[in-house]
């Protein structure tokens, strides 16, 4: 517990108006994004405390333990930049790293900066309030114990509320219910066991393979084909870790000037002016490259019809050559929507583990799951008996931990109400009627679109600016204008005007939740520009945002 910590019920009787609050900063999460804002907002001399749901760091890394779990953004970059000693000191031993080295790695980085010390883990914020007299927020912790700062950050991640379908009859399954985020700490044996996966988006078909190497037999419960480009992981070696090491400075310069955060640079004419054989050599080296690349492969993959449907063709084709049933390799075959509409996927033998006489493919689409029974599950196609169900089945994206939180603005105004209609933010940080209220990749910023570390990074340090901004001229509160933020909604919309991913039922567009309302949520402007626009407002002397003493 806290030294700070009021008593359940929230400790009226010790808010009075001269009271300070207890520290500057509440930050909620210890992801990437929790962490580097601990670390930062105590550099720039705020007093940070962090409440945590889980029981150690890691955010997403220590949730998502399925098997197979691993980053598709390379480690290298999938890694802090803000120090030079610890981007020497860490050794990634994969091209693309597996769940415990992430975890790993964020425990050393919270380690070597000290940041365990301002956490408070297994404490889950269930609500939060502004105090309009007092111009503070107080947070309550699930064990009813409460704690007030100036600022609330709200680090609570974009993907980390799991999504349970409800199934009818899923309570009366008699065997183990998994889903990937939630997995266990202890590792779970699936040798001589029945297992169904439902769900081929991201987690799905990282985990399928590995499970179907283990179990009796794996029935996948596929409701979209997703496509999927291998990883091509592979060991990193000492000396490709060494040359990297000795350009990290260079390296990192450029992921700064590309939208997706990575440091390279693709080409950027179509393949719908190149010959076939010059165009299959393209997509081959592509694919060679492996993962999320391929989408990038082209510039106008994401906006031109034409150059993704020959990509997709081109995935369509390699699949029917690794899949030796053609009746199978067919269904796996996305049908409804461009490459890339939905999250493209980056696996290690997805495809090929269908080939394995363990492993069947159920396709709901064509027989929809009538029910799950205490001995499997039942479609209007047959029954299926299973000893574990594994549910891949996604999160309430990007707004679904914002809202967790219950922030009440300005007039008891609450955010679920303000959202409504979907979320509408100021750069995606900040909310009109909800002063001294800051989200990490919120919606409305580049968030899941880039690589989420360079993400974190540039909003923390952004963020930092403000707040020494604020307190430096002695005001206590700062809020997004209704006007400024109107406008940036505006310019999100106009932004994904035009891409691929206005095509697909996704949960870029909360399509994936029942209810939720369809407002494309991401900046899909990119990261280079989103920044440079981030710092022009900050030049501008935080252009959009009320500043009161
Ligand atoms: P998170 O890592 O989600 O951390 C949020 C933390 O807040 C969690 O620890 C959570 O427990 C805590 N929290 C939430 N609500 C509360 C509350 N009410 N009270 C207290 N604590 C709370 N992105 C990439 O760029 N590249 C990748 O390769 C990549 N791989 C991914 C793989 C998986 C399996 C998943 C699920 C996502 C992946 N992502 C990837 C996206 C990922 O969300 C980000 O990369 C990144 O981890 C987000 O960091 P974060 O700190 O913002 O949020
Ligand atoms: P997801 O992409 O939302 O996929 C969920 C899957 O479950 C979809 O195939 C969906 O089918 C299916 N599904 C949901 N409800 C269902 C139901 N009632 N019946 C049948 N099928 C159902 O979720 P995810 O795979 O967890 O990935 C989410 C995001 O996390 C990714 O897009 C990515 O950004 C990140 N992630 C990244 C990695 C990585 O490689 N580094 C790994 C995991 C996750 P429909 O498509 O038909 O809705």
Redesign the pocket.
């Known amino acids: 517990m806290l030294p700070y910590s009021d008593s359940a019920g929230g400790g009226l009787a010790d808010d009075r108006l001269d009271r300070p609050p207890d520290v500057d900063v509440i930050v909620?999460?210890?992801?990437?994004?929790?962490?580097y804002a601990i670390l930062h907002l105590v550099e720039c001399g705020f007093t940070v405390r962090c409440?945590?749901?889980?029981s150690d760091?890691?955010?997403?890394?220590?949730?998502?333990r399925?098997p197979g779990?691993?980053?598709?953004?390379e480690s290298v970059d999938?890694s802090y930049s803000f120090s030079p000693e610890l981007e020497q000191d860490y050794e990634w031993t994969e091209r693309?790293a597996a769940?415990p080295d992430i975890q790993a790695y964020l425990s050393h980085a919270a380690e070597r900066f000290d940041l365990r010390s301002r956490i408070q883990f297994d404490?889950?914020?269930?609500s939060s309030r502004f105090d309009e007299e007092r111009r503070l927020w107080r947070v309550t912790i699930a064990d009813g114990a409460s704690a007030s700062a100036r600022f609330l950050v709200?680090?609570?991640?974009?993907?980390?509320?799991p999504l349970v379908p409800s199934l009818p009859g899923i309570d009366s399954f008699a065997g183990a219910v998994y889903h990937?985020?939630r997995w266990p700490s202890e590792p779970v044996d699936f040798t001589g066991r029945r297992v169904g996966v439902i769900g081929t988006g991201?987690?799905g078909i990282?985990s399928i393979p590995v499970i179907a190497e283990q179990c009796e037999h794996l029935y996948v419960f596929q409701r979209t084909a997703n496509f999927s480009i291998p990883a091509q992981n592979r060991p990193m070696t000492p000396e490709a870790l060494a040359d990297i090491k000795a350009n990290y400075r260079a390296r990192r310069a450029l992921t700064l000037l590309t939208k997706g955060?990575s440091p390279y640079q693709y080409r950027t004419d179509s393949p719908v002016a190149l010959a076939e054989d010059e165009r299959r050599q393209a997509f081959e080296a592509a694919w060679e490259r492996g993962g999320t690349h391929f989408l990038k492969s082209f510039g106008d993959l994401v906006t031109n019809e034409e150059s993704n449907r020959l990509a997709a063709e081109f995935v369509a084709e390699k699949i029917r050559s690794i899949v030796d049933d053609p009746a199978i390799a067919e269904l796996l075959i996305p049908s409804d929507h461009p490459l890339g509409s939905k999250r493209i996927c980056a696996d290690t033998n997805y495809y090929q583990a269908f080939n394995r006489q363990n492993v069947t493919l159920v396709d709901l689409r064509r027989t929809p799951i009538a029910e799950v029974t205490p001995s499997g599950i039942r479609t209007e196609g047959g029954e299926y008996g299973l000893d574990d169900l594994v549910l891949a089945t996604g999160?309430d994206a990007m707004t679904g931990?914002f809202q967790?939180?219950y922030p009440r603005g300005a007039g008891g105004l609450s955010l679920r109400d303000a959202w409504r209609g979907g979320p509408r933010t100021y750069l995606g940080v900040a909310v009109a009627g909800f002063p001294n209220l800051f989200l990490?990749?919120g919606p409305g910023s580049p968030?899941?679109l880039?690589?989420?570390?360079r993400?974190?990074e540039q909003q923390v340090d952004w963020l930092a600016g403000l707040l020494r901004h604020v307190v430096d001229q002695g005001a206590t509160l700062v809020e997004a204008d209704v006007a400024a933020q109107d406008a940036w909604v505006r310019h999100v919309n106009d932004a994904a005007e035009g891409t691929i991913h206005l095509r697909a039922n996704n949960w870029y567009l909360g399509a994936n939740v029942p209810g939720k309302p369809r407002v494309f949520m991401p900046y899909a402007g990119g990261l280079d520009v989103y920044r440079r626009e981030c710092d022009e407002i900050a030049a501008d002397g935080y252009r959009g945002f009320a500043v009161v003493d």
């Open positions: 909620v999460g210890a992801g990437f994004a929790g962490l409440f945590e749901s889980a760091v890691g955010g997403v890394w220590y949730w998502n399925y779990a691993r980053c598709d953004v999938y693309y769940q404490s889950p914020v269930t709200l680090a609570t991640g974009p993907l980390s509320v990937t985020s991201s987690s990282q955060g999160f931990s967790a939180v990490l990749s968030s899941v880039a690589n989420m570390v993400t974190a």
